[in-house]
């Protein structure tokens, strides 16, 4: 064979494992959403799941999970803004920023069920908060706090240096030039990075069996006092997700109908991501071009 | 290249009033060893234009940076930086105080993404500047001052971003002059400019000294004969010499300094 | 004393603010470390009371192939061998990884290579949205489809290390390959040129330049592969089969440390030899964690493209 023969082979042979890829993706999708949408109704999203019965719903895990992501998002932000903002702006470059920088490798290589199991040791038994919203919205903090940092910091870089040089040559506090000219700058970034990161712990599983629980109790969603054990704002409560219920079903195999239940809580669970994925690139695009005046 | 006595100085200091001094100061980046500047002695001359010239690398940008300690989180800087009878180089002075009294203009126009009022009052409300009749009258002074404002007063609201090199540069002049520092450091403010937007902005620095002790960093030998009255060549992390402008660039009395000037150098 | 002199000499408004934004900083910080450290603290000191206060032997908890840890073997010994598992977790890993690393590799030179604009527009998507499915749907599709194919070809369960491959290289793929397009874009594009300019065809080019120059970086992206195969918990409890049994084939049922963890971590009384044995499952998977960490950090220091 001539080299270029060879060169052609490999070139058709590097397509061929690409499209093979891209098939993979497409059957997911398709699969996904072809066995999926039909079981998507309105008394599907609406009515709480059944245990021993077909024709349950996911009204309370879709509730529990979008109160979770909230939940994680108002703890996990700001302690990620201030590490992101110490990494960039404070660290020296010396053997204790390297450890922190090791410190935060190491939590992002973890498994999420070891997190999930930390999360299990420390909140749901030491520190007796029990099976819990808070309890599951810590153990993702923890299994979200690397990622979010990685992204806010990465964010803060990008930002020209000469920007802090403006603001610290005009007399600012180095605090009052992040806070003021650096964070706005980065904010697109940032933004970005959040969306991201909720579609991430919006499908998390393993980290919540042990800590959010498996079990939902019945909501009273009229009931707005966040202390009342059934109200649906109640942290204290065990709360199951879509993705924990999506496992559940099918390994407990004691809901008649649970390839069809998880078909559709599937599907939802993608489309929200889908969502969360569009709509990250719609809102960095968009603040982007605002921020630069058009240009 | 021509090896000089890089110890071989003549450093005159300026009659009058002195609005900054330094005293032997020497400068080092990070850990290096190496010196980037070493023993900068030399007076400004208050509402004079000091010119500092010299080649890349000479050390004029790392010795103007650390004239309102720029250079804090870099580079080690030794030796007094005198101002108001304070060694601002001390880590007991308040950099922030220091930053607001000697402003800093640079190479590249860095607006912030803001309004270009926005530009203006930022650092004036976070020193407290309140009052909108104060702030509004700041911004309106500090862009004539810069000459900025007869283009722009009609939308102080529009993006800072989207306005000219040149203009941008002058608005950041402006936005320097509104904190309404004692003395204006200037590097290399005209590089990435036009020669249009160049002319205008050497007119609006001469218009500045009268209110303002300027200290400019430039590589261009002519803007520095044209601006200034006292120039500084610096040469390899050295002051060759510091004398009036006019003596500078045709009675120097140093070789380097005269090879420098004539274009006879490297 | 001027007024200036004044000012310099005392702490301002700016002054104040920035000791705040150092306490704010640096509590967060701090928080992170107490975090990390706690998690190692907490994980090690439950995995080793299997050890320490149960007294099993270490090297027959690693070797021993009878995992039932709740009664005793012939000799009066709990049944704490873990080799099955991790025997299964390690097959997952390198199998996934080896099928993954081909696809990942190409679709990577596809984008920066063969078609790096419209091959980056569309390709790039795919592979984000490969990373945004989660795993419990990853799970789901295994057990919906690959199962019942495997079980229809080759008969069994259709559970096994093979069901599990498949679903964790669809999962690791994304991984691979964005790292991989990182690797490939680090390389200088002078590497390129000078090899094009001296007559090699393309592929000559990719083969004997680029993937040689992005060697380090390539396989620090299959070790994070790796890393997340190892890890994973769910998708592969849900294909496996989830018997504590050694893998004779590809096809029986059997169990990964992660499906172990997750399946009996909740039927097992806190502090009895049962639990601990798990949490001792956790601990070799933080321990692993740890060592892919160094792996990419050795390989990442060895292998940077000095130029």
């Not at chain 3, 390539?218 to 994070?224: E, G, K, P, S, Y």
């Amino acid at each position: 064979m001539t080299p270029n023969q060879t060169d052609r082979l490999a070139t058709r042979f590097i397509q061929f494992l690409v499209l093979i890829v891209v098939l993979i993706l497409l059957f997911l999708l398709g699969d996904i959403i072809i066995s999926g949408l039909p079981h998507i109704s309105w008394h599907f999203l609406t009515s709480p799941a059944s245990s021993f019965s077909a024709g349950g719903g996911i009204r309370d895990q879709l509730f529990n999970s979008l109160y979770l992501l909230v939940l994680t998002l108002i703890i996990s932000f700001p302690l990620a803004l201030g590490s992101a903002i110490y990494l960039s702006e404070y660290a020296g470059d010396n053997w204790f920023t390297s450890l922190i920088r090791t410190a935060i490798e190491v939590l992002s290589s973890l498994p999420s069920v070891v997190v999930g199991l930390f999360g299990y040791l420390l909140f749901v038994i030491e520190f007796h908060l029990g099976f819990s919203i808070l309890s599951g919205a810590i153990a993702l903090t923890f299994f979200n706090l690397p990622l979010l940092i990685r992204s806010i910091e990465g964010s803060l870089h990008a930002v020209p240096n000469s920007q802090r040089e403006a603001g610290i040559a005009l007399g600012l506090s180095n605090w009052r030039t992040i806070r003021g000219i650096l964070l706005p700058m980065a904010l697109p970034g940032i933004l970005t990075g959040i969306i991201l990161s909720a579609g991430r712990i919006f499908g998390e599983a393993a980290a919540l069996i042990y800590t959010a629980g498996q079990s939902a109790p019945i909501l009273d969603y009229t009931n707005w006092n966040p202390t009342a054990s059934s109200s649906f704002l109640n942290p204290m409560r065990p709360a199951e997700t879509l993705a924990v219920h999506i496992w559940k079903v099918n390994t407990e195999g004691v809901t008649p109908d649970a390839v069809s239940i998880s078909a559709g809580s599937s599907a939802v669970l993608i489309i929200i991501i889908l969502l969360f994925n569009f709509g990250a690139r719609a809102i960095g695009n968009r603040m982007y071009k605002k921020m630069t005046g058009g240009k | 290249m021509q090896v000089y006595d890089l110890n071989k100085n003549h450093i005159v200091t300026p009659p009058g009033e002195i609005a900054l001094s330094t005293n032997q100061l020497q400068v080092n980046y990070g850990n290096s060893k190496q010196a980037s500047m070493v023993d900068a002695s030399l007076s400004f001359p208050r509402f004079q234009i000091t010119a500092l010239i010299g080649a890349s690398g000479s050390g004029k940008s790392t010795y103007l940076r650390s004239l309102n300690r720029m250079n804090d989180r870099i580079a080690t800087v030794h030796g007094e930086i005198m101002y108001h009878n304070t060694n601002i180089n001390s880590p007991k002075v308040n950099v922030y105080e220091v930053r607001k009294h000697i402003g800093m203009v640079f190479q590249k126009p860095n607006p912030f993404a803001k309004s270009i009022t926005e530009n203006i009052t930022f650092a004036l409300k976070a020193a407290g500047i309140t009052n909108r009749q104060e702030l509004r009258q700041r911004v309106e002074t500090s862009l004539k001052e810069a000459a900025l404002w007869d283009e722009v007063k009609d939308d102080l609201n529009k993006s800072a971003l989207a306005l000219s090199g040149g203009q941008q540069q002058r608005l950041c002049i402006a936005r320097s002059i509104a904190m309404k520092p004692d003395i204006l450091l200037l590097d290399e403010p005209a590089s990435a400019l036009d020669p249009i937007s160049t002319a205008k902005l050497e007119v609006t620095l001469k218009e500045l000294a009268k209110n303002y002790t300027i200290i400019i960093v430039t590589h261009n030998m002519q803007q520095a004969s044209r601006v200034s009255s006292y120039t500084a060549f610096f040469h390899l992390g050295h002051v060759i010499e510091y004398d009036q402008t006019e003596t500078i660039f045709q009675t120097p009395n140093i070789q380097a300094t005269h090879d420098y000037v004539t274009g006879n150098f490297g | 004393m001027d007024d200036i002199q004044k000012k310099l000499a005392l702490p301002s408004k700016a002054s104040r603010e920035d000791i705040i934004g150092r306490i704010v900083s640096y509590s967060c910080i701090a928080a992170i470390i107490i975090l990390v450290i706690s998690i190692l603290y907490f994980i090690t000191s439950r995995g080793l009371a299997t050890f320490l206060t149960d007294h099993v032997n270490l090297w027959q908890f690693l070797t021993g192939k009878d995992w039932n840890p709740g009664s005793l073997n012939a000799q009066g010994k709990p049944q704490v061998g873990a080799l099955p598992m991790i025997v299964t977790s390690f097959s997952v890993t390198i199998l996934s990884a080896l099928v993954a690393t081909p696809f990942a590799i190409a679709v990577a030179l596809f984008m920066t290579d063969i078609a790096p604009k419209s091959g980056t527009k569309f390709l790039q998507p795919v592979i984000e949205l490969l990373v945004g499915i989660p795993s419990v749907v990853y799970g789901f599709i295994g057990l919906t489809v690959v199962v019942p194919v495997i079980r229809n070809l080759f008969g069994g369960t259709g559970a096994g290390i093979l069901a599990g491959t498949i679903v964790l290289f669809v999962m690791v793929l994304p991984t691979i390959t964005s790292l991989a397009v990182d690797a490939l874009r680090a390389v200088p594009a002078y590497f390129r040129s000078a090899s094009l300019a001296l007559g090699a065809t393309r592929f000559q080019t990719i083969y004997k330049v680029l993937l040689r120059a992005a060697m380090p970086r390539l396989l620090t992206a299959v070790i994070f592969g790796m890393a997340r195969a190892f890890g994973e918990a769910l998708a592969v409890q849900m294909v496996i089969g989830n018997a504590v049994l050694m893998p004779h084939n590809l096809i029986t049922p059997t169990s990964t440390l992660t499906s172990q963890l997750t399946t009996n971590i909740g039927n097992t009384i806190m502090g009895t030899l049962p639990n601990n044995a798990l949490w001792s499952l956790a601990l070799i998977l933080l321990l692993m964690s740890l060592v892919f960490n160094l792996l990419v950090r050795y390989i990442g220091k060895r292998g940077e493209i000095k130029s």
